[in-house]
């Protein structure tokens, strides 16, 4: 198995995987401007047995895509296609290259093409996606970049567009050659074909898919200097053109003509679909996840949100949290009434965010934003100002400041007289953490809640909120729980300090997050601002002149810093090459997942993110298991790997389908049977019976 190959587009011209070397190459030998002879084109080269396709695929395949972007006044013209090769395959038959093949465009410079006067060089980029096959097929893209020199000669290639343009089919100057329609089969008569090819066997190739039988039996024969042929029309036809290009070949060598269809067309066939057996299935599932009535399914939402929200607590993105609430805890273990005051404000901080977060993202929702839960976590600013938020938390607990030798003393008293606002931050920082994770029977209650009206909506997401808080709740409710904790000493000191290695590793994991999202760069630049800040802060703790001094510096160098480091904390990363060792998985597109199930495989879907903390629980363990990774081989699974890390409508469309509204997410499918979508975190066991059902 393979995977897609993928580039990015800022100064790369090569694409590599296991299957094809491609790569964008240009000739320009007086340079760039109107009249000039511009020519740029995708080099193909496939490794033995594999292959891509024409602009005609035959039975199967897809031709190759090219889509530019151009600078004003720059046209892309058509592909010019070298004359292709008939593949058989079983009983089908493709049109398609082997070896190396390169596919020129001309470019039409415009007379009112005028670039910057200081510009040097005109930006070709390309976007590429081709499907290479030998017995499986695998699709690939990539996004290429080139800058020719506008004064300067580009001719490298010269000799690589030379041989592709001679091997385009030459025009057949006749122009009443023709296909007459007659009892299911199309009877040719071509004029006009060069001497040196009369009397030899021809390659027919259309240029129009889906009107003859590729791998049927036809005949041919000459007539003097007129080639004839009768080809069989396909069952599936889908065509009925009034006139039809082909190409007739001898070896590399093409002729092109165009013949004027004689006759009436019988009745085409239903387009082309998914089997009868799969439709039904997709339908049985769509409808599945649909709610059976308001009253069950809001009741089914609103128990598994608690349930889910309880489990919330034991997942390893909550644990930070633990230490600002145990702390507290042993602080007012002898307060009854402080105990409980503080379960009511943790709860109320854990609960009212949670609809605060609902709220923002069904209003976002409303107005088309496609959003699921943990979406602030998609944007690397947030995940910026968290890394921040739990440095100062983590230097906080470890000594090196206290909050109210830093804030002015009027803020500083009244944090001091009000410890409720502490607990119901405590609760708000509590939801900002736990939105990478999704517990079970989350998934399918916050799924069901996006489509409910927004009253009922806030109640699933309420009550999530409540099942996060109530072991903090009931506790501070029971007096049995005070007698369980030890007594207030030098021990709290001592646990504060150590609990400040759990934030610091939560730091850890954010760079590693906002990693994936812009960069080693990014990252960088992060950690750059954090050792700023954290320098601030304990300048802040100083005392007189050198406080000022200090302080004063520190503020403007995290300034300056922040200034220059957030263009690289927001840029995402240049798109590379998704590899594992064995090279199973692939990125996830829904043609991908269409394509695969219509061809008979089975296709395992991973809809993650780098910061859903239960997503790389799973990876590391279920999803690497050898029992798992030998069954996937076994029965020929694609993998795909839908990475919601950034924002991606087409992901968050994709979960909505399925019911769900936040990652993760494992879903299982096979021909003729409707999606399994798997727990949210993984069994061995789970995969395995799905994948390999008894």
Partial sequence: MGMAAHASAAGTAVVSSERVRAELLAHAPDGVGPGKAV???????????????????????????????????VLAGEIQWPVPKKIPIGTLANYGYEGTVLLPVPLEIAPDFKPSPLAQDLEVRLKASWLVCRQECIPEDGEFTLKLPLRGSTALHGPAFDAALAAQPKPVAASDNSARIADGALEISVQGLPAAVQGKQLEFLPETPEVIETAGAWTQAWDGATWTARVPLSAQRSASPERMPVVLAAGPDGWRTEL??????????????????????????AAATQPAGPGIGLAAALLGALIGGLILNLMPCVFPVLA????????????????????FAYTAGVVLSFLALAGLMLGL???GEQLGWGFQLQSPLVVAALAALFTLIGLNLAGVFEFGALLPSSVASMEVKHPVGNAFLSGVLAVAVASPCTAPFMGASLGLAVTLPTPQALLVFGVLGLG???PYLAASLLPAVARWMPRPGAWMDTFRKLMAFPMFATVVWLVWVLGQQSGID??????????????????????????????????AGLVALGWAAVPQLVQPPAQQQVVRADGDWQPWSQARVDQYVAAGRPVFVDFTAAWCVTCQYNKKTTLANQQVLAAWKRENVALLRADWTRRDPAITAALA??????????????????????????????????????
Wanted: charged fraction near 15%; hydrophobic fraction near 50%; aromatic fraction near 6%.
């Fill in 365 to 367: 929702r409303a107005a």
């Fill in 657 to 694: 389908a399925l019911g769900r509204n936040g990652v993760p997410v494992y879903v299982f499918y096979r021909k003729g049977s409707a999606p399994v979508v798997l727990s949210e975190v993984l069994g061995v066991e789970e995969v395995l019976s799905v994948v390999s059902p008894l």
């Fill in 260 to 285: 004027k269809v004689v006759g009436a067309w019988p009745a085409v066939a239903a387009p082309a679909t998914v089997s009868p057996a799969l439709a039904e299935a997709l339908r049985n599932n």
């Fill in 39 to 73: 020519w740029v084109g995708l080099q193909l080269a496939h490794q033995p047995q594999w292959h891509t396709y024409w602009k005609n695929p035959g039975d199967s395949g897809l031709p190759t895509q090219l889509e530019w972007t151009l600078p004003p006044g």
């Fill in 468 to 470: 996060m808080a109530l």
């Fill in 324 to 343: 600002i609430k145990m702390v507290g805890f042993a602080a007012h273990a002898d307060d009854v009434r402080a105990r409980r005051i503080a379960g």
């Fill in 522 to 555: 990014g990252a960088g630049a992060l950690l750059a601002l954090l050792v700023a800040l954290s320098l601030l802060v304990w300048t802040l703790t100083l005392r007189g002149r050198t406080r000022a001094a200090l302080a004063g510096v520190a503020a």
